[in-house]
């Protein structure tokens, strides 16, 4: 048989599995809604974290307080984990790794 450099296509389009739901079962209308609600809280954190450091930043350089120029950067550091757990909610919501939310905390 001659190789080809093409992977093998299913016969069978019920042999492909979905990509959006896990192997073992399928994800419940409470599941979705749950998952759709972590990556809006995720979002919003991000988003709310990263004005939190902006506002904060351009105070702490105004009245030249070194305190609130750390408190701006603990911010950002939060924005950013957030924007990890956001990460790995919106992949392993999309499929490409079931085992990415757990690992992005």
């Known amino acids: 048989e ?3 450099d093409e992977a093998p296509q299913p016969s069978d ?3 492909v599995p979905e990509r959006r739901l896990s192997q073992s079962k ?3 209308g409470l599941e979705r809604r749950v998952r759709r609600a972590a990556i809006a809280v995720g979002l919003a954190s991000v988003c709310l974290k990263e004005a939190l450091y902006h506002a904060t930043l ?3 350089e105004q009245v030249q307080s070194k305190l609130a120029v750390a408190t701006a950067w603990h911010h950002r550091s939060d924005s950013l984990a957030a924007g990890v757990a956001l990460t790995s909610q ?4 999309l499929g490409f790794w079931p ?3 757990p690992l992005g905390g």
């Open 90 to 93: 919106l992949g392993s919501a």
């Open 99 to 101: 085992g990415l939310d």
């Open 26 to 28: 399928k994800e419940t």
């Open 2 to 4: 001659p190789k080809t």
């Open 13 to 15: 389009s019920s042999e």
């Open 58 to 60: 351009d105070a702490g």
